[in-house]
């Protein structure tokens, strides 16, 4: 496991589910005693995802067909190991790890992450010290007041100044910490020239860049006046930052985000730390790589809509494309919004005010209407249908890439209105040519297929045994008259779990349905996920408990009989006359049998 009992019991107790699991399903409602909202690991509009906090378990009951206990959900939302999740929850909930000696593959990563996570933290904490007090610092000081940078806002941000000389990488050493592991936190590397090790980000300005939990895992370098070198350079990729996979400004933003349903996505880091202090909290950028795909997955955690801010030069255009052709394939709707005078977004608000961006904001264009503005003076010169055709190919392969169905209809109209197409005549262009977007490998096609599967929702048919289960499952009050079903199961997962609860039962525990969960492991885990959160409605729970009952203990006899009627045949072989007496005595039974209403059983197959 990695770490005490004690210790998982204590995370578990100081977390809230709820709030866990809302943070990643900002559509999630109550229902009952469930909730429900749109499942984080697919696309879809119909909520099929289900979760019930008093048992700490989640069911998708759309594509995924998956679920759960909690560890279960942030493992699969952040792509941890079981370890690697445990920390994660431990930070959140401010609790120490005591690792034990465990040292599978998995423990030996999560103490390292451990390990390199604290070493950053402390970095960052030094470099802030540094920015405050060394005189040495006053360059950056200096920079940051210039661009209006109040020290609420250094602080909000933890801003930070990485010294020239005496820099983190020498204190750590004389602390006693391992070359290699600063190597590996991206904090030092060795010198081409020298063959010495030296800080990664000496003499820069310092922006912290924090999970969505606030947890720092990386560091972004602003060169100050005319030092040579780019002017941002990033933390390399470690073992607990992966490029593409964080956003700068969500941490701090995420309330705004949520609360407005929508991000704007600008370029770099002073965008973002400009926009929040002149009060557009919601503003994030991509660090310093094209959007990506789990960047589009983590804004649309927290908002549905998003507004693209970039500048208006041609890079700036095309970076705009690239990132609306990713958001739009996880049903993030984008716009796009441009500040005029060739200013950058930071620039502007600090000249213009918040309100002036918000106006901009506002009137945002749609995507498509926008690239179609850009477009339409160039087409001008085409009179042929073929011309304008050519001209428009990249924004058609753009709209042919969009999986929303309504929105590509939509789209595919207002271009051939503008383009002066025949909409019918363009679909045919954008299919003839199979582009449904580069790179696509899933067909939209597929996706809806799989979120349409409504049988899926209903309640499956259930057998007894399962029904019994989920009776025990929502009211283990009525434990005592269920103890004697022990004998009676067929299948042999239903009776693991039967005797998993029982066995806690019998401890005086409180039965929790999690634990058996993980007990059955990832193969037969979200079977038992769906059986307890398909939110099955017991009118009399201690009658559907009598019914369950019967119905196992019938089979169980049939099941009986049946061995029993093979091995009086094997019998009758050896005397014939037992064999006629036998069968006689069989036809009278079932003539009997037959005679005799039988009330039935609930959901037997
Ligand atoms: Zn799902």
Redesign the pocket.
């Given at each position: 496991m990695g770490v005490s009992r004690d210790t998982l019991e204590r995370i578990k107790a100081a977390l809230d589910p709820l709030e866990v699991v809302r943070e990643a399903v900002p559509s999630l409602k109550q229902s009952g005693v469930r909730w429900k909202g749109n499942?984080?690991?697919?696309n879809?509009r119909t909520p099929?995802?289900y979760f019930q906090p008093e048992k700490g378990l989640w069911h998708?009951?759309?594509?995924?067909?998956?679920g759960g206990d909690i560890l279960a959900f942030v493992m699969k939302l952040e792509g941890l190991s079981f370890p690697e999740a445990l920390r994660e929850l431990a930070h959140r909930t401010g609790i120490v790890l005591d690792w034990d000696k465990t040292d599978d593959a998995a423990s030996r990563r999560a103490k390292e992450r451990d390990a390199l996570l604290g070493l950053v933290e402390e970095a960052a904490g030094f470099y802030r010290d540094s920015l405050r007090g060394l005189a040495e610092a006053e360059v950056a000081r200096r920079t940051l007041a210039q661009r209006g940078v109040r020290p609420e806002t250094v602080e909000r941000f933890r801003l930070g100044y990485a010294p020239r000389r005496e820099g983190f990488l020498d204190r750590a050493l004389k602390r006693g910490v391992a070359i290699e592991l600063l190597l590996k936190a991206g904090l030092a590397a060795r010198s081409d020239r020298t063959g010495r090790y030296q800080d990664t980000l000496s003499g820069r300005l310092i922006f912290p860049i924090r999970d969505a939990y606030g947890q720092v895992v990386a560091f972004g370098g602003r060169v100050l006046e005319e030092d040579a070198g780019p002017k941002y350079i990033n933390s390399p990729e470690t073992p607990v930052y992966t490029k593409g996979r964080h956003l700068y400004g969500l941490y701090e933003g995420r309330t705004a985000l949520r609360d407005r349903g929508q991000g704007v996505v600008v370029e770099g880091y002073m965008d973002v730390v400009g926009l929040h202090q002149a009060g557009v909290e919601r503003a994030v950028a991509p660090l310093g790589t094209g959007f990506t795909a789990e960047q589009s997955k983590l804004l649309r955690r927290y908002a549905q809509e998003a507004v693209m801010l970039f500048d208006p030069d041609p890079a700036g255009q095309r970076a705009s494309w690239r990132t609306a052709d990713v958001l739009l394939k996880d049903d993030v709707f984008v716009r796009v919004a441009q500040v005029p005078d060739g200013l950058d977004p930071d620039e502007y608000v600090q000249a213009k005010g918040a309100a002036a961006l918000e106006k901009i904001l506002t009137d945002a264009r749609d995507v498509v209407d926008f690239w179609l503005d850009l477009l339409a003076p160039s087409l001008s010169g085409f009179s042929d249908l073929h011309g304008r055709l050519r001209k428009a190919e990249e924004l058609l392969r753009f709209i042919g890439g969009v999986p929303n169905e309504v929105l590509r209809e939509e789209w595919v109209k207002r271009a051939a209105a503008r383009l002066d197409l025949d909409a019918a005549a363009l679909k045919r262009e954008m299919f003839r040519k199979g582009e449904r977007g580069p790179g696509r490998t899933e067909t939209p096609a597929s996706t809806t297929a799989a979120e349409r599967r409504p049988a899926a929702l209903a309640p499956a048919m259930r057998t007894a045994e399962e029904e019994l289960l989920q009776v025990l499952g929502a009211h283990p009050a009525l434990w005592p008259r269920a103890e004697k079903a022990d004998g009676w199961f067929a299948d042999t997962r239903c009776l693991a779990v039967f005797r998993h609860w029982r066995d806690q039962w019998k401890a005086g525990d409180a039965v929790e349905p999690a634990a058996a969960v993980a007990v059955l492991g990832a193969a037969d885990g979200p079977w038992l996920t769906a059986l307890l959160l398909e939110g099955k409605q017991f009118e009399d729970p201690g009658v559907a408990l009598d019914r369950a009952l019967a119905g196992l203990e019938r089979q169980a006899t049939q099941r009986e009989m049946k061995g029993l009627e093979g091995e009086l045949r094997a019998l009758a072989r050896s005397d014939p006359r037992f064999g006629e007496k036998f069968d006689r005595h069989l036809t009278l039974t079932r003539r009997l049998k037959a005679a005799t209403p039988e009330t039935p059983g609930p959901t037997e197959r």
């Open positions: 499942c984080p690991f697919h879809e099929s995802f998708c009951f759309g594509a995924c067909q998956e």
